[in-house]
Structures are given as C-alpha cells and as structure tokens.
C-alpha cells in the first residue's frame, strides 16, 4: 500500500512539473509569435512607409499582442524619460525590462544588434534629410517631394 501511494505522488508530481513546463513553453511561443509579428510590422512601416521612429513605436504599442505591446510601451515610455539618450541605449533598457517577453541572453542579443541597426538608421536618415552641406537643397527637396509622392501612393493602396 505504501509503495502504491509512493507511486501516486511521483507520478502526481511528475505530471505537474510537465503541465507547469508546457504552460511555459505556450506563453515562451505566444510571446515570440506576437513579437515576429511585431518586427514584421515594423520591417514593413520602416520600409514602405519612412514612418518616423516615435509615431511606429506608438503604432506597434498600440497594434500588437500581448506582451510585444507592454516592450513597446516600455520604448516610449523610456524615449520620454531619457531625452537625449541614444535610441540604442533606450531599445535595450525597455529589452531588459520587459521580462513578459522571457527571453534569454542568447535570444536577447539579435534584439540589442537590431536597436543598434535601427538607431544607425535613424540617424543616418536624420543626417541625410537635414543636411543641406552634403548633398544641397535641391536634391534634399527632390527626394522629399519623391518620398511624399511615394507615401501618398502608398496610402491610396492601402485605403
């Protein structure tokens, strides 16, 4: 009889251990699906759109799942409390603090190189649109209103 209730407990508790590891690993793929989902959106906005960083962190704060939307949020809210800071610095401090994300430092260090690309990008393309030196304002007004015909074809494809 003891050795029957002895095996009880230890499949009892064996059984748990896995329902507790398979919840985990739901939330673990719920988490990246929403956050692939996000950057794909971002990709997208980036790309087609020139949308500017804090409207696409408001965007993607607002439009993604739970718990990409709550990194988001930790972005703007960090890009209002360190004014000034590069956007790296912000990008990796909202990484380190959206722990709803479960995420490792092996899965951690493709996201730190990405806010490091993006802050390269966003100030190249700062650089570029409000440096009349590099290339004058007539190519500068050019491209401009090129963007700006682009966009507005854009927006009619998608309305």
Known sequence: MTKIIGALMVTA?????????AKRLKRRVRSLRSLVSALDIMRSEICTRLTPMPELLELLAAQTGEPANIFFTNCLIKQRSMRGRPFAELWNSALRATEELELNENELEPLIELGTALAATTQTGRARRYSPRKRGWRASSR?????????????????
């Open 13 to 21: 508790a064996t059984t748990s251990l896995g329902v507790m590891s």
């Open 143 to 159: 491209r401009r209103r090129a963007s700006e015909t682009g966009r507005a074809r854009q927006e009619q494809c998608w309305a």
